[in-house]
């Protein structure tokens, strides 16, 4: 099974957040009196707080991170994802793990981008295995976002279980590290709102 990740890296590189914007910006202008609203909003946003943003984003030394691609028709953005503040989060709100049969939650692993050579493998649990559930970045689909090895190895082992931390849409705002990652991710929202006229 191949994994686009190595595709989307080099891909994203070249993805310009402000021709994101004004495309989406356009489209939802002309869809409606509401989209004209929102479009007007988010011409603002764009010009007064991320015209000074940078991208691709700088990962911070010394935190656990994740990059998730997203494929748009202007490219392919790279949503910046705090792993460190997401295991903060989890303790700070108590929240409880779902337990699920790894057969049912092997489908969130990327498993063409996983390294299968135990001599390769650096174990990290520093944080838990977690996954994402987005309808605007993941099709609504669970993707595996910290503990892919973890998920692999409880499938692989015929486990009965394992212990997962799902985030859906909203829930995981506080991940994004970057102001980018966060307005496009609430651009997309919007869009999709206006397109689809809800």
């Known amino acids: 099974m191949k994994s686009k990740v190595q595709i989307y890296e080099i ?3 070249y993805f310009s957040p402000k021709d994101h914007f004004i495309s989406r910006i356009n489209e939802m202008e002309k869809k409606s009196v509401r989209g004209a609203k929102l479009a007007k909003k988010w011409t603002e946003i764009l010009n007064q707080t991320l015209n000074s943003e940078i991208y691709p984003v700088i990962h911070p030394i010394g935190q656990e ?17 705090d792993i460190d503040g997401a295991a903060s989060l989890i303790k700070e ?3 409880r793990p779902v337990q699920f049969n790894p057969s049912d939650i092997i489908n969130a692993v990327d498993q063409g981008n996983l390294n299968k050579d135990p ?4 174990p990290n649990h520093k944080n838990p295995v977690m996954v994402v559930q987005s309808r605007y970045l993941t099709h609504n689909k669970l993707y595996c976002i910290n503990g892919n090895h973890r998920i ?3 499938y692989r082992n015929n486990d009965e279980q394992i212990e997962v ?7 995981f705002d506080p991940f994004f590290y970057d102001a980018l990652s966060k307005a496009i991710y609430y651009l997309e929202i919007d869009y999709c709102h206006v397109v689809n006229e809800k």
Do not use: M
């Open 152 to 154: 692999f190895e409880a």
């Open 65 to 81: 991170t994740f990059s998730l691609y997203a494929e748009y028709p202007t490219g392919v953005f790279e949503y910046a994802l």
């Open 119 to 122: 001599n390769r493998i650096k």
């Open 93 to 95: 709100i108590d929240l």
């Open 165 to 171: 931390y799902v985030f859906k849409d909203l829930e």
């Open 11 to 13: 891909e994203s590189q």
